[in-house]
């Protein structure tokens, strides 16, 4: 077991530390009393547990959909969105990248209002804020999902 980090950044309103030991073998957990624990894998291989493409996709679907939510509440719109986020792995020229496609569907805004609440997260929603800038990275409003 690594030693203690508990280096909470200075402003912090959550901090938390995910540990990974073996790589894509055994599990990668939560330290402390939140007691997540999950069995991970590589996605190129026919292996139980949980992959980086999939945490990828969790982490940008979830905060990117409650962050769209907050948006509308700010333009006094009922939360309508569905967030569908498709990662790939694919060979580079060294080693392999991921490619994260973002399908944003709005029940009842059409695709110009909905674009408008799109742009405007992206601008606040820290998940995308990272990955945003990423050629390969796209976040797209869509009629219907082909994800």
């Known amino acids: 077991m690594g030693g203690s980090l508990n280096m909470a950044v200075d402003g912090s309103l959550y901090h938390t530390e995910v540990i990974n030991e073996h790589g894509l073998t055994g599990q990668s957990y939560v330290r ?6 999950l069995g991970v894998s590589s ?3 026919n292996s139980p547990g949980t ?5 990828i996709g969790f982490a940008l679907s979830t905060c990117f959909n409650a962050t769209i939510g907050i948006v509308e509440r700010q333009h006094n719109i009922e939360p309508d969105s569905i ?7 694919v060979k580079d020229t060294k080693g392999y990248k991921f490619i994260v496609q973002a399908q944003i569907f ?10 408008q609440m799109v742009d405007e997260a992206l601008d606040q929603c820290p998940v995308a804020k990272l990955l945003k800038a990423n050629e390969n990275v796209t976040f797209e409003v869509v009629d219907k999902f082909t994800l």
């Open 51 to 55: 992959n980086p493409e999939q945490f």
């Open 43 to 45: 996605s190129l291989l």
């Open 83 to 89: 967030v569908h986020t498709g990662v790939d792995i």
């Open 32 to 37: 402390g009393n939140e007691g997540l624990a």
């Open 106 to 115: 709005f029940n009842k805004l059409d695709n110009d209002q909905g674009q």
